[in-house]
């Protein structure tokens, strides 16, 4: 393993803004892993980047291909360019640590009504005007509170509160790939599950490695025009797309969709039955969606929350599509909380929101035509 320690003055100084892509010629270099103590803490260098002349590197994690010159830092807030090796601010310094029911990310065919330790950590890639998570989300690790919590740690204190399954939420994981990657081998050693939740905007190649450790993914595909993903999110759409290819055809993991309807924005009946559409043809009948009520915040706090009719006229939509599994979110009680055998029709989970009333599959078996449901559910 290559390490090469770093000043705490050189890493600290070494902000700024992404320049932008810029496609130049050399060869892919791989990441070594190297980790250099700096004030009693671990940076960790990053897996896939190139470098160039004149110390400049490019990032080639996420779809924006971030050029930087020394000293410089990627789009995501936490990849910094050190002297022309590029290295995460974001190791080991969690903002976020919370133990949350499974359905929070959500998930309703993973393991209904188990819990998971959840983890988030500053930065991301992302630029969403109703981000929940914002003063995370869109702030450096830097500058934040946080606190140390190496990938072992974190398995340990899992075991200590006697949760078996681990996730990496709340912020967006692509943002802290290399941390969530080592926290994912790391579980995986001990036995122990792992869920990501995630807008995929990300490479197939560093998205499929860290698939390599997942149990499961939550992926929020926002909308599904380009302009709603550029006016909206400050990227593009094909990416994402792209991603969530690779995971339902490449990654072996279960895969559930998330899409938070916002009013005036995305919740044209038009453009979920494209969204509907799209994952009936390339993603197939089986992977769960999620409906979200939009709640005002961030950037759009001047918008309603969304209808409770626009959910549904959505979930209707989706079944239309040949949808099998669509479900609610931010809204109870609601029967679209519930999970329902789509071959008999009868209730097979009851939730209230976040909370498993009851649980009637016998090792994902509807009791009542004995069909087997998708999903993990030991």
Same mark, same amino acid.
């Given at each position: 393993m290559d390490?090469r320690?770093?000043?705490? /003055?050189?890493?600290l100084v070494?902000? =700024?803004?992404? &320049?932008?892509?810029?496609? &130049? ?5 791989p990441?070594?892993?190297a ?5 009693g803490?671990? @940076?960790?260098e990053?897996?896939?980047?190139i470098?160039?002349?004149g110390q400049k590197?490019q990032?080639?994690v996420? *779809?924006l291909h ?6 410089e830092?990627?789009?995501?807030r936490?990849r910094?360019n050190?002297?022309g090796?590029?290295f995460?601010r974001?190791y080991n310094?969690p903002?976020?640590l919370? @133990?949350d029911?499974v359905e929070?990310?959500?998930?309703h065919?993973?393991?209904? =009504?188990?819990?998971t330790?959840?983890?988030g @950590?500053?930065?991301?890639n +992302?630029r969403?005007? %109703?981000?929940?998570n ?6 450096m690790?830097d500058?934040?509170?946080t606190f140390?919590?190496t990938?072992?740690?974190a398995v ?9 399954t681990l996730?990496?939420?709340y912020?967006?994981? +692509?943002a802290f790939? !290399?941390y #969530?990657k080592?926290i994912a081998q790391a579980?995986r050693a001990?036995?122990l599950? +792992? ?7 990300v490479?197939p190649g560093p998205?499929?490695e860290l698939?390599r ?5 939550v992926?929020?595909?926002?909308g599904?025009t380009? !302009?709603?993903?550029? /006016?909206?999110c400050?990227i593009?759409?094909?990416?994402v797309l792209? #991603?969530l290819? #690779? &995971?339902h055809?490449r990654?072996g993991c ?8 916002? *009013?005036?924005y995305n919740?044209d009946? !038009?453009q979920v039955?494209?969204?509907? /559409?799209w994952?009936?043809?390339?993603? =197939?009948?089986d @992977?769960?969606l999620?409906?979200a ?5 961030y950037? &759009?706090?001047?918008l309603?929350?969304t *209808?409770v009719?626009?959910? !549904?006229?959505?979930?209707r939509?989706? /079944? ?6 669509v %479900?609610?979110s931010n809204?109870?009680p609601h029967?679209a909380?519930?999970?329902t055998?789509a071959?008999?029709?009868q209730?097979?989970?009851e939730r209230?929101g976040?909370? +498993?009333?009851?649980?009637k599959?016998?090792?994902g078996?509807?009791?009542?035509c004995?069909?087997?449901l998708p999903?993990i559910w030991?």
């Amino acid at each position: 393993m290559d390490q090469r320690a770093l000043t705490r /003055r050189d890493f600290l100084v070494s902000a =700024g803004q992404c &320049l932008g892509a810029a496609c &130049l010629g050399a060869s892919l270099i791989p990441g070594p892993i190297a980790q250099a103590q700096e004030a009693g803490r671990w @940076v960790r260098e990053v897996d896939g980047y190139i470098q160039l002349p004149g110390q400049k590197i490019q990032c080639f994690v996420c *779809p924006l291909h971030c050029v930087l010159s020394d000293g410089e830092t990627c789009f995501c807030r936490t990849r910094t360019n050190v002297g022309g090796r590029l290295f995460t601010r974001a190791y080991n310094n969690p903002c976020i640590l919370q @133990v949350d029911p499974v359905e929070k990310l959500p998930l309703h065919h993973f393991r209904p =009504g188990t819990q998971t330790l959840t983890i988030g @950590v500053g930065g991301c890639n +992302v630029r969403c005007l %109703y981000c929940q998570n914002w003063e995370q989300s869109q702030r450096m690790p830097d500058e934040l509170k946080t606190f140390e919590l190496t990938p072992r740690q974190a398995v340990s204190l899992a075991r200590q509160k006697k949760i078996d399954t681990l996730a990496l939420s709340y912020t967006e994981p +692509v943002a802290f790939l !290399e941390y #969530a990657k080592d926290i994912a081998q790391a579980a995986r050693a001990a036995r122990l599950r +792992v869920v990501v939740a995630t807008a995929a905007f990300v490479e197939p190649g560093p998205l499929l490695e860290l698939a390599r450790h997942v149990d499961a993914f939550v992926v929020s595909l926002k909308g599904f025009t380009e !302009e709603f993903y550029h /006016r909206v999110c400050g990227i593009r759409l094909a990416p994402v797309l792209a #991603a969530l290819e #690779a &995971l339902h055809q490449r990654s072996g993991c279960w895969l559930e969709l998330l899409n938070l309807i916002v *009013p005036s924005y995305n919740d044209d009946p !038009e453009q979920v039955r494209q969204t509907t /559409r799209w994952i009936h043809e390339h993603l =197939g009948d089986d @992977v769960p969606l999620h409906l979200a009520r939009f709640v005002p915040t961030y950037r &759009l706090t001047n918008l309603p929350r969304t *209808p409770v009719e626009s959910l !549904e006229e959505g979930c209707r939509i989706a /079944r239309q599509a040949g949808l099998r599994y669509v %479900y609610t979110s931010n809204i109870a009680p609601h029967p679209a909380n519930n999970t329902t055998c789509a071959d008999c029709a009868q209730p097979v989970i009851e939730r209230l929101g976040l909370k +498993v009333l009851s649980n009637k599959l016998k090792d994902g078996t509807c009791p009542n035509c004995h069909r087997k449901l998708p999903g993990i559910w030991k």
